[in-house]
């Protein structure tokens, strides 16, 4: 099958791989023939179609949309939809395509997406990944049913009512969208989790490279911190965390990251006199993964204000690497309830600076504890998060509508 693959988050191959490229190549190797419409500030400034990844990849050159200010986030995602069309009808309008796989955020692609499968005469794939523009109105960014919103909103409605099919999350993805889209019919909606290509699980190696690097104590206990440093990662709660903690000379935290809460965040620190962490800038996937192999325990952190179930892919390398798990959540999020009933860490609300800061010091005194959590893990990462799983279920809708069209 022929699948036009629309992304803003597909980076350059020299710029290391993601879930999105993962899941790209996986699907490019079961068969089908991929071409990707990736958005974003291309290398030279310029619109170019090219093989990157043995894929087809047509890079549109567009406003930046990531690492941006709210304003200039909203203009790159206005006229995001008529600048990836006029790039796919120079390029690429010939060709013939059967699906239409794209993301959201940002809910704007969708107009890029119903144009694309009334040219093609094909259905779409929806990987939805966040829930926009409710994350925004929980954080404050906006006055919930205010104009804002109000525009996001319907915005939002387009781009469920454009896909054909919607690949949720987890179940409490599913379960709000259905109870606050009451006109989505529900088997419209099925469970898409984030998934990644798993390598096999080395033993952890006595030697810590990048903890030298970086002046991290080899006998100390990593706690990682790895992703986005925004509004929605709670890092008031973090920070006040790791400053309770910081006469513990075995716990030692690392962040890795950008994001606008970022500066703040180690400012916070250092008035704090919090000396037992280190905050690096991104780091390339292949060295961020070596990282991971080297740190003891991985975190995730969602703001407590948050009334949508985030589900951070942050948590794929954890469990990949066999990395116990230790989650500060909102009270609606099921990424808690995964973690308790696979085992592979604990999980507390972000409300509660003591309870987290308790866990932290329970999991830093048990090695044991931590070697049976990250093999739970590991285990339920190879069931239910490997790319595998994600590629079915994109081959599955695929030979479904195949059958239906040949009905009709």
Known sequence: MNILYLSTVFPAEQEGATIYTDLAEALHEAGHQMTVTAAGNTADGVTRIGTER????LRVRTAPYYNVNF???????YLLPRQMIRGIRKYIGKQAFDLILFESPPVTLSKTAAWAMKYFKCPSFLMLKDIFPQNGADLGLY???????????????KLYKCAS???????????????????????????????????????????????????????????????????PQALDFLTETMISLKEE???????????????????????????NYVMLENLHREEY?????????????????????????????????????LAATDRVTDIGDMIRQSGCGAAVYSEDAATFAAQIKRMACDGKLRRKMGLAGRIYAEK????????????????ENRKSSQIE
């Open 143 to 157: 006055r919930p049913n205010g104009v804002l919103y109000r525009i996001f909103r319907s915005q939002e409605k």
């Open 165 to 231: 099919y919607i690949g949720c999350m987890s179940e409490a993805n599913r379960q709000y969208l259905l109870k606050h889209n009451p006109q989505l019919p529900s088997d419209k909606l099925s469970i898409f989790p984030n998934t990644k290509k798993l390598r096999p699980l080395a033993p952890r190696s006595e030697e810590f490279p990048l903890r030298q690097k970086y002046g991290i104590p080899d006998d100390a206990v990593v706690f990682l911190f790895g992703g986005n440093l925004g509004k």
């Open 289 to 325: 993964e070596a990282f991971v192999r080297e740190c003891d325990v991985g975190l995730i952190l969602l703001d407590c204000r948050f009334t949508i179930p985030n589900y951070p892919s942050r948590i794929l390398s954890y469990m990949e690497f066999g990395m116990p798990v």
């Open 384 to 399: 239910h998060f490997d790319v595998a799983v994600s590629v079915e279920k994109i081959t599955e809708f695929l030979e």
């Open 54 to 57: 043995n894929l087809s990849v």
């Open 249 to 275: 000379k075995k716990i030692f935290f690392v962040l890795v990251g950008r994001g606008s809460e970022k500066n703040s965040a180690k400012m916070r620190l250092e008035r704090g006199g919090c000396k």
């Open 71 to 77: 304003i200039r986030k909203g203009m790159a995602a």
